[in-house]
Every structure is written in structure tokens, then in C-alpha cells.
């Protein structure tokens, strides 16, 4: 099994501040997903990264695939409450595996 | 277009009681998955299918089975329930294994 771990594990902050959460793990994934969900649903996708050294962004949220294909970060600017939220990546050659997640609060 | 559905929303058992969790999805989606998950522990693949008639074990499958008789259906089992399936259950379907996985809203289940 691969495993993914996120860091950290909570993160408290106030509305326009910045943040970085991490996703890592010591094998290499074909692919990497990053998954948002909010209190009481299900997650949903934000994005995938496919290349190593891969940077996409969306709107303020700025994701890094790692050179090795081994790691992740997902970059939010100006954090609003709205991004408030449970951050999961998913990772994996054949059938994903998630990591633990990094439950995000935001406050206004 | 409803995407992927779970039936019921919520369900409280008593140990040792019988249950069926539904899952549908209306995208034609070849895998389908039953994830648990727990505080603080991400989550976890209890079973998965990858096509109709087929079935798969997770990494958490014991306690549980599955079935997947109609393509668009996937059944979650609890024979025998214990407190410790108490726990939020998601079901999701891909296209393929690393595109991207729709979830369904979650089944709370309490099992006392």
C-alpha cells in the first residue's frame, strides 16, 4: 500500500492570511489528486497533477507536483472562510489511496 | 443528471442487526468504490468494483461485503454490525481508476 501523508494535520487561521499544506510520500504516483470537502459532503475534486515539477493554479489556490513525483503542495492566497474545509490528496498507480487530510479553518 | 447517490442518509443499528447500503450513479462510470471514514483517519477503501459482476477488497474489508449486480449499482453489506462500523461511509465512481472520483453525500451510520 502507498502511503500519503499530509501535514499538518489542523490549521486555524484568519481571513487573509496564507498557507501551505503538504502531501508526501516516499513512492513515486503517475498521477496525484487534491480533494476539498466541506462539513457534511462528500469531497470533490479540486485538481490533478500529472508531471513532475507540474505547477497548476486555481483561482488563489496553487498546487506543486514534486520533481520525483513523490510529494505535493497545495498554496492558498489572501485564505477566505469559504475555503474552510477538510484538504485530502489521493495518490496511487492503480486504485488511489488517500492521506488523512488537513482540516482547514478559516475565520472571518 | 444526479450524479452519485447513497441511500439511506442516515441509519442507527443495534449490534448484531443486518444492513444494505445503496450507491447509484448515473455517469456510466465502469468503478465504483465504498470508502469509511473516520475521525482523523482520511479515507479508507473498503471495497471497490470495476465493472458489473465484479468485486474487489480494500483495505478495510472485513465485516463487509459488497455486490455490484447492475452497472450502475453498488451494494455495501453489514451482516453482523458492530460499534466499531460506526463511522461515515462514502461511495464514489471513476471512469477509470486515476481519473477523478465523484462521491456520493455520505451514509452516517450509528451502531450502538
Partial sequence: TQLLEQS????????????????????VFSSLQWYRQEPGEGPVLLVTVVTGGEVKKLKRLTFQFGDARKDSSLHITAAQPGDTGLYLCAGGSYIPTFGRGTSLIVHP | NAGVTQTPKFRVLKTGQSMTLLCAQDMNHEYMYWYRQDPGMGLRLIHYSVGEGTTAKGEVPDGYNVSRLKKQNFLLGLESAAPSQTSVYFCASSSAPVETQYFGPGTRLLVL
Fill in chain 1, 8 to 27: 499538518p494535520q489542523f490549521l486555524s487561521i484568519q481571513e487573509g492570511e496564507n498557507l501551505t499544506v503538504y502531501c508526501n510520500s516516499s513512492s
